[in-house]
């Protein structure tokens, strides 16, 4: 079993709709991160998580609002999707203890969203 | 300017090559650096930490040159299934990883 889990893998849905991506982790790391990827842009952060009640924004946070449900769950969600949020999402984690700032990030196999 | 710049290739090479790339960053005060992989379609695996002194793992050199703000990432005896794209990642103040755009290499029979 993958140790973080995106779903759905993929989804196709239209303008307007709310939208919600799921990402579990089962590596026991503190923090946790929402990124979208575009052609030719690289890996864009959209908010970040260092603990259960700590939510921060990350660079292109608007249109996106996240819920760190426990430890091992962090929720995306678009509350009105447009077009240009179609992209590729992946939820990453880290560990937050002994060696920070040095941790490398671990990444989830990434969710297909196209917005028609 | 983008934080972190890299040529977006791509790289063809024959198998066997060795093959370098480099990776510049515009914040001084960035704490730590990795080279990432990616595959089509798929999610960016770290393949290697950058230390300041330099470090190698198999066929990969990972070098950092903090004086000139830049990284570089050395590939030796390509094989084919090296080709992917490769992500220089910098870690800066503030506890973010900011992502190179990357540089695709493609290696060939």
């Known amino acids: 079993d993958a140790d973080v889990t995106q779903t759905p893998r993929n989804r196709i849905t239209k303008t307007g709709k709310r939208i919600m991506l799921e990402c579990s982790q089962t590596k026991g790391h503190d923090r946790m991160y929402w990124y979208r990827q575009d052609p030719g842009l690289g890996l864009r952060l959209i908010y970040y998580s260092f603990d259960v009640k700590d939510i921060n924004k990350g660079e292109i946070s608007d249109g996106y609002s996240v819920s760190r449900q426990a430890q091992a769950k962090f929720s995306l969600s678009l509350e009105s999707a447009i077009p240009n949020q179609t992209a590729l999402y992946f939820c990453?984690?880290?560990?937050?203890?002994?060696?920070?700032?040095?941790?490398?990030?671990?990444f989830g196999d990434g969710t297909r969203l196209s917005i028609l | 300017r983008k934080e972190v710049e890299q040529d977006p290739g791509p790289f063809n090479v024959p198998e066997g090559a060795t093959v370098a790339f480099n990776c510049t960053y515009s914040n001084s005060a960035s704490q730590s650096f990795f080279w990432y992989r990616q595959d089509c379609r798929k999610e960016p695996k770290l393949l290697m930490s950058v230390y300041s002194s330099g470090n190698e793992d198999g066929r990969f050199t990972a070098q950092l040159n903090r004086a000139s703000q830049y990284i570089s990432l050395l590939i030796r005896d390509s094989k084919l299934s090296d080709s992917a794209t490769y992500l220089c990642?910098?870690?800066?103040?503030?506890?973010?990883?900011?992502f190179g755009g990357g540089t695709r290499l493609m290696v060939k029979p």
């Open positions: 990642v910098v870690n800066n103040a503030g506890n973010m990883l900011t």
């Open positions: 990453a984690t880290s560990d937050g203890g002994t060696g920070f700032p040095y941790q490398p990030q671990h």
